[in-house]
């Protein structure tokens, strides 16, 4: 049987990601998304590594009335719902903001989902979630606590698909918490386009690479962890797309609502991080130690046999090919999707 996915946030940079494994693998998509931090050119490049067509509703989930119209004039048999604004920082400022974004449309989403019998849904979750975790690596089973109103939005959503799948025993829920996604298509066409001053970590050090930016500043030297700084689980965005096909298969086999940590495992310090990019790069990183940044947790890294055992998912890139797309993407498109 030929499916058909509505992809919400897909010219995003995990959803372009997730289009290109999902149209490699005879999968068509419906994409839905109102370019808040993305842009079209991502779905034509898209486009042009897969050679296949997009169809496209440049709509905001928040819209309702919008929104039902990709309903009634398509049929496709799960959504994946991207959509969403992801800025911790940003959150703690305009908790509203967030609030209204992230809620809002998966709510309408779920509703329609509802009206027009469209069972099987996958959820952008995060490692944020886990807040502060008490033992690594974090497993599924963890706690779920929230530091930021971004995090709250992704734990109240959570909540929200639990209450959703136990009133409907016939519907597939995948509650999907990513790691820290870096990296690049290795094509070098479609990245991760950040707007303004990056808050993430490679993002920060490939523009330091390109001469965008002076130096970076690592934040904080002081943390329990080996060389003192800070400890996470990057995992190639490739492979993160990977993961959204093996949880959609795994929602065809009517397996009702399941949560799974997409990461490699394994966890870098940021020193670490900046070792390989200037390996991968042969390039040297100015950067200097400043103080620690607000909210970040000393280390968190993913359990990943649930996802391993049931879905069959290992992550396949290196933090080396990790960097090395990353600054594959950058080079290639200094300012980002404007370049054509
Ligand atoms: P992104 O900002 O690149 O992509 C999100 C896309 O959704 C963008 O194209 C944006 O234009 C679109 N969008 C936002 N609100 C919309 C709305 N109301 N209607 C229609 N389109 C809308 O972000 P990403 O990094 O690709 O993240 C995708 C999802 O994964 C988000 O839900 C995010 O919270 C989650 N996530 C991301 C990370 C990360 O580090 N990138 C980590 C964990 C979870
Ligand atoms: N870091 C620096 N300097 C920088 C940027 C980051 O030292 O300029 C450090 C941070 O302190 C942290 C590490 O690099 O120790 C990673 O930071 P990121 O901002 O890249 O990633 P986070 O782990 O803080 O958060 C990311 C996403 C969140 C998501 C979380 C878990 O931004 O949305 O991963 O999935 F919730």
Known sequence: MRHCVLVTGGAGYIGSHTLV????NEIEVIVVDNFCNSSKEALRRVEE?????????????CDKELL????????FDAVIHFAGYKAVGESVRVPLKYFRNNLISTLNLLELSEKYQVKNFIFSSSATVYGVPKTVPVSEESEIFAMSPYG???????????????????WNIAILRYFNPIGAHPSGKIGEEPRGIPNNLLPYITQVAIGKLPYLTVFGKDYPTEDGTCIRDYIHVCD?????????????????????????????????????????????IPYQ?????????????????KAKKELNFVAK????????DAWRWQQKNPKGYQEE
């Open 152 to 170: 709250q939005s992704k734990c109240m959503i959570e909540q929200m698909l639990t209450s959703f799948s136990k009133a409907h025993s016939d």
């Open 21 to 24: 494994e999902l149209l490699s």
């Open 68 to 75: 039902e119209e990709v309903f009634r004039q398509n049929t």
């Open 49 to 61: 590594i897969t050679k296949k067509s997009i169809k496209l509703y440049p709509y905001d989930c």
């Open 317 to 324: 890139y290196d933090l080396h090919q990790m960097c090395e």
């Open 289 to 305: 130690i400043g103080p620690r940044r607000e909210g970040d947790v000393p280390q968190n890294f993913a359990s990943v046999e």
């Open 240 to 284: 993160l797309a990977c993961g959204h096909l093996l949880a959609l298969r795994k929602l065809y086999t009517n397996c009702g609502r399941v949560v799974y940590n997409l990461g490699t495992g394994k966890g870098y310090s940021v020193l670490e991080v900046i070792h390989a990019f200037e390996e991968a790069s042969g390039l040297k």
